[in-house]
């Protein structure tokens, strides 16, 4: 199993890093969670900022078209 020879495809995982809407967020949960020796009683007001920001990211990222390999497989059935 893998992709066929001479097949189209892009690493998804390079532009991925191109945007980190959570990432303030998730900093400082985790600078809270350092200071605090782990214990996220004392983080709960970055543990809601952070689920907060990760709730209003779920719905808009995702694509309805499918991902760039999709129609690079679906482009290149035409071609043959």
Do not use: T, W
Not at 8 to 26: A, D
């Amino acid at each position: 199993m893998g992709r066929k020879a001479g097949a189209l495809y892009i690493n998804p995982k390079k532009f991925g890093s191109l945007q980190k809407p959570c990432m303030k967020e998730m900093i400082s949960f985790l600078n809270c969670l350092a200071l605090s020796h782990n214990n996220d009683d004392k983080c709960v007001r970055q543990k809601e900022l952070l689920s907060a920001c990760m709730e209003a990211q779920s719905g808009r990222n995702r694509k309805a078209g499918g991902s760039i390999n999709y129609h690079l497989q679906r482009l290149n059935r035409g071609r043959k």
